[in-house]
């Protein structure tokens, strides 16, 4: 057997052990915060193409994420979230590149 293979299986005995009682799991807190792309856009007031134009965004994804057809994730959703708390540092770091 491989030593990938080997890793698998030892991964899946371990996880049962933990399941089943028998060795200690360990935990890891997970941020599930959720983001309103459109409470954000609307709270500064702008249009989806004043938005997308502003902080890089393309205009069918933002409609896709408004939609809820998709959800930011990793960089994307921490760019919003620096976007909703201080949009006017985002926009001065963008003019200067």
Same mark, same amino acid.
């Given at each position: 057997?491989?030593?990938?293979?080997?890793?698998?299986?030892?991964?899946?005995?371990?996880?049962?052990?933990?399941?089943?009682?028998? !060795?200690?799991? #360990? +935990?890891?807190?997970?941020? $599930?915060?959720?983001?309103?792309?459109?409470?954000?856009?609307?709270?500064?007031?702008?249009?989806?193409?004043?938005?997308?134009?502003?902080?890089?965004?393309?205009?069918?994804?933002?409609?896709?994420?408004? !939609?809820?057809? #998709? +959800?930011?994730?990793?960089? $994307?959703?921490?760019?919003?979230?620096?976007?909703?708390?201080?949009?006017?540092?985002?926009?001065?770091?963008?003019?200067?590149?």
């Amino acid at each position: 057997m491989s030593k990938a293979g080997k890793q698998i299986i030892k991964g899946a005995q371990d996880a049962l052990a933990t399941l089943q009682g028998k !060795a200690p799991g #360990r +935990v890891h807190a997970i941020r $599930a915060t959720e983001i309103d792309v459109r409470e954000i856009r609307e709270h500064l007031n702008m249009t989806q193409a004043d938005f997308s134009e502003t902080f890089g965004i393309p205009v069918p994804t933002l409609k896709k994420w408004e !939609a809820g057809a #998709r +959800v930011p994730e990793g960089p $994307a959703k921490a760019y919003l979230m620096v976007i909703n708390k201080n949009p006017s540092a985002v926009k001065r770091a963008l003019q200067s590149v």
